[in-house]
């Protein structure tokens, strides 16, 4: 994992918990490769017992204009029904970034 990775990892779970997630449940662990383009995360959800592990394979960033958005190519999550759920939802489906983490774009761009 290089330097960049390192920091985006680091301030991109920080915003995105507060940001993002903060209804939701807290990420607990993110782990980014911008060259092969994956993503690992653990997050503890509230009202689950056990952690929700996301394994994203492959994403892309697009920018247009000023917006920006984050589309996932392929998804596994340790959860069989949200897997299925996810595939169904939300791969291939543009997702527009807030301005709390689209600032961070250049840096993994």
């Known amino acids: 994992m290089g330097a ?6 680091k301030a991109g779970m920080a915003v995105l918990n507060q940001a ?4 939701y449940g807290t990420m607990t662990s993110l782990k ?3 060259t092969a383009r ?7 959800l509230k ?9 994203i394979q492959e994403y892309e960033l697009r920018q247009e204009g000023n917006r920006a958005f984050v589309v996932i190519k392929s998804v ?6 949200l897997t299925t759920l ?3 939802f939300a791969v291939d489906k543009p997702f527009e970034l ?5 600032k961070f774009l250049p840096m993994i761009l």
């Open 86 to 88: 996810a595939r169904d």
């Open 4 to 9: 960049k990775d390192w920091l985006v990892e």
């Open 32 to 34: 980014l490769d911008t």
């Open 76 to 81: 596994d999550t340790s959860r069989a029904w």
């Open 98 to 102: 807030p301005d709390s983490v689209k």
């Open 38 to 44: 994956t993503i690992e995360a653990e997050l503890e």
């Open 47 to 55: 009202g689950e017992t056990e952690p929700l592990r996301l394994h």
């Open 20 to 23: 993002v997630l903060k209804p």
